[in-house]
């Protein structure tokens, strides 16, 4: 007869009665709701954002911001290359040449303004402007899909832009040139918004991807060795960080909208602001403005009432690009 054992077993399956902590975390995962899963995920996301920012910040004092971007796009080549070598050549067949050359062009215009901005202006202050991109979006859907918008929403969208002219608190000389990339930053973002919609019709998430890493790259080269600064081993093992927090935050955000419905979950990407202005304040010393504090509840306020609307119009609300600035 084998000794007794000392830990208690299941009578049916001889396993151990108590689950482990990991066992016990995957139930209570699986017992949420999707929604909840998402917001939990984007949370996260919001938070990885925040940080990315504040990294990119960091290491534009030292480095012209399209050598950044050039840096960060050479460490997501090597992440993505194994998956383009294995579909090459299938995964660049494509019937919509043009609009991924265009989706490609906004991309590097989108990250090289809104990199600009998040280097020379406050965390927060760069963060509020740049959830204008939903309101340029409603704009643009109106324009090029042919989308129809009501009053309720066109009024969102006009005070939602009330929140941005008070973040940027023009002064009487004129815009903060800054802001005013920010703020173009967010409508190129909107832009590629609107691109996505068209190419998900017809194209693989594969093909979508291999042109934005490849041409990407490609693109940046040329100013990035114009303006190339040697950098010390501290920067590339930083532009590598980046690079890697990117992908975590591209994962993040994946799995928020994978798992939960965009116009539920979307309010909580909003902690990316309260998360900004943290690290703002411990890193740099950044202490938000009256200003940034109003605009941001004009901002966020018209948002969320144009997400509500979409949804209530059962009108896609998609996640912001991963590729673009934070």
């Not at 984007?42 to 920012?53: D, P, Y």
């Not at 080549?77 to 660049?92: D, L, M, Q, T």
Request: with cysteine; proline share 7%; hydrophobic share 55%.
């Amino acid at each position: 007869m084998p000794p007794p054992s000392d830990s208690p077993q299941s009578a049916d399956s001889g396993t151990p009665a108590l689950a482990t902590p990991l066992v016990r975390f995957r139930s209570w995962w699986d017992g949420l709701s999707g929604n909840v899963r998402g917001s939990i995920w984007l949370f996260a996301a919001g938070l990885v954002f925040a940080v990315m920012g504040a990294l990119i910040k960091f290491v534009g004092q030292r480095l012209p911001v399209v050598e950044i971007l050039f840096l960060r796009q050479a460490f997501v080549i090597v992440v993505v290359s194994p998956a383009i070598i294995k579909g090459f050549p299938a995964v660049f067949r494509t019937e919509r040449l043009g609009l991924h050359t265009l989706r490609v062009g906004l991309s590097a215009i989108a990250m090289t303004t809104g990199f600009t901005a998040l280097v020379h202006l406050p965390l927060a202050e760069a963060t509020a402007i740049s959830f204008s991109r939903t309101l340029f979006t409603t704009m643009l859907a109106v324009v090029i899909l042919h989308e129809i918008v009501g009053w309720r929403r066109w009024t969102a969208t006009a005070v939602g832009f009330v929140g941005v002219v008070i973040v940027a608190h023009p002064s009487p000389s004129g815009l903060n040139e800054y802001a005013l990339l920010a703020l173009l930053s967010a409508f190129f973002v909107a832009m590629i918004m609107i691109c996505l919609r068209m190419l998900a019709r017809t194209e693989r998430p594969a093909t979508i991807i291999a042109y934005q890493s490849v041409c990407l790259t490609v693109i940046l080269a040329g100013p990035a060795w114009y303006f190339w600064v040697w950098p010390t081993w501290e920067d590339l093992a930083l532009t590598a960080v980046i690079g890697g927090v990117m992908s975590l935050a591209q994962f993040v955000n994946i799995k928020a909208y994978s798992n939960g419905e965009a116009a539920a979950i979307a309010p909580v990407e909003y902690i990316r602001l309260l998360a900004s202005a943290g690290l703002g304040f411990m890193m740099f010393s950044e202490v938000p403005t009256i200003y940034t504090v109003i605009g941001a509840v004009f901002i966020i306020g018209s948002t969320l009432y144009t997400i509500r609307r979409n949804a209530m119009k059962n009108t896609p609300v998609p996640p912001r690009p991963p590729e673009v600035a934070p």
